[in-house]
């Protein structure tokens, strides 16, 4: 299972972007998938998080600026990301979980968001 994250860039405070993560099969085939980011000097954190029937999280600090969304026919794995503050620059990473047989999960390359001032 190969995940290939992109969409990263430099955007400016109060501006917008959206994440694509790219599954090489069918995306249904997965219990969660979810965004993560990593900024500098600071732990991995889960962002946003989608079942396989729809249901989302979100982190406090996001709620109601992104949206994570799939595809189901394309696999792919989206985070609309909007008024982006500087605290959001981080490398973001796509995640995705099984269950069946056994548990496993399988991680993006990263994509880097960096916000300026």
């Known amino acids: 299972v190969q995940l290939q994250a992109s969409g990263g860039g430099l955007v400016q405070a109060g501006g917008s972007l959206r994440l694509s993560c790219t599954v090489s099969e069918s995306i249904l085939s997965f219990s969660i998938t979810a965004w993560y980011r990593q900024a500098p000097g600071k732990q991995r954190e889960e962002v946003a998080s989608i079942t396989g029937g729809g249901s989302t999280q979100y982190i406090d600090s996001v709620k109601g600026r992104f949206t994570i969304s799939k595809d189901n026919f394309k696999n792919v794995l989206y985070l609309q990301m909007t008024t982006l503050k500087p605290e959001d620059t981080a490398v973001y990473y796509c995640?995705?979980?099984?269950?069946?047989?056994?548990?496993?999960?399988?991680w993006g390359q990263g994509t880097l968001v960096t916000v300026s001032s």
């Open positions: 995640k995705a979980r099984k269950v069946r047989p056994i548990v496993r999960e399988y």
